[in-house]
């Protein structure tokens, strides 16, 4: 079965500083990932995919993600966080079936707080 | 842009009620779905559906069933309602025919029952 782990529950950052949340993945074929942002109140928005080619894919936002097979992951970075960078952010991993796209499984999310 | 919209943002049961979520998308996709998020546990799928009149048990479809009649359409339904499903449910849809399964979200709704 397919599966998620972000390990970091809460990551605290200065507003200006570099962040990176991490995820990895256990995915039986190969995988499409996903990260997604959810503001409070607010559904998931799509900040990235990544589904073959280029390991190292940009987002809105400024955002980007490398595609690691050899350590099944796919970390999410960013070179300096705004204020408004404050959220729930969620990596996620689907696949296809032979009926159609399956729904993805996504890890337990990273609440990211920025310091002023 | 794609555009997912639920019937309510916020809603209150009570114990035993039949309970309808709706979820509604503009995009002509194919694909819908249903997932719950609880605090610590991140979303939950559990169910969806590839076309009209089909559909698929996601990983936590006890206590729920679906319905798609029009492929804008996907509903969910809590038959009897109880209180452990009290949770944020979000719909979200994706379409299969341009070969690109980012699944788009609607804003969710935030069910209590009581």
């Known amino acids: 079965a397919q599966s998620v782990t972000q390990p970091d529950i809460h990551i605290t950052v200065s507003e200006g500083a570099s962040l990176e949340l991490r995820c990895n993945y256990s995915?039986?074929?190969?995988?499409?990932l996903f990260w997604y942002v959810q503001s409070p109140g607010q559904g998931l928005q799509l900040l990235l995919k990544y589904f073959s080619g280029d390991t190292l894919v940009q987002g809105i936002k400024g955002f980007e993600a490398e595609f690691k097979r050899s350590q099944s992951s796919f970390n999410l970075r960013k070179p300096s966080v705004h204020w408004s960078d404050a959220a729930e952010y969620f990596c996620?991993?689907?696949?296809?079936?032979?009926?159609?796209?399956?729904?993805?499984?996504f890890g337990k999310g990273t609440h990211l707080i920025i310091q002023p | 842009d794609v555009k997912v919209t639920q019937s309510s943002r916020y809603l209150v049961k009570r114990t035993g009620e039949k309970v309808f979520l709706e979820c509604v998308q503009d995009?002509?996709?194919?694909?819908m779905f249903w997932y719950r998020q609880d605090p610590g546990l991140g979303l939950r799928l559990i169910y969806f559906?590839?076309?009209?009149?089909?559909?698929e048990k996601g990983d936590i479809p006890e206590g729920y069933s679906v319905s798609r009649e029009k492929k804008e359409r996907f509903s969910l339904i809590l038959e009897s309602a109880s209180t452990n499903q009290t949770s944020m449910y979000l719909c979200?849809?994706?379409?299969?025919?341009?070969?690109?399964?980012?699944?788009?979200f609607g804003p969710g709704t935030r069910l209590t029952v009581t």
């Open positions: 979200a849809s994706s379409s299969t025919s341009t070969g690109a399964y980012e699944q788009y």
């Open positions: 995009m002509d996709h194919e694909n």
């Open positions: 995915y039986g074929a190969t995988p499409y």
């Open positions: 559906s590839y076309d009209v009149k089909m559909k």
């Open positions: 996620a991993v689907g696949g296809y079936s032979g009926g159609g796209a399956d729904g993805l499984t």
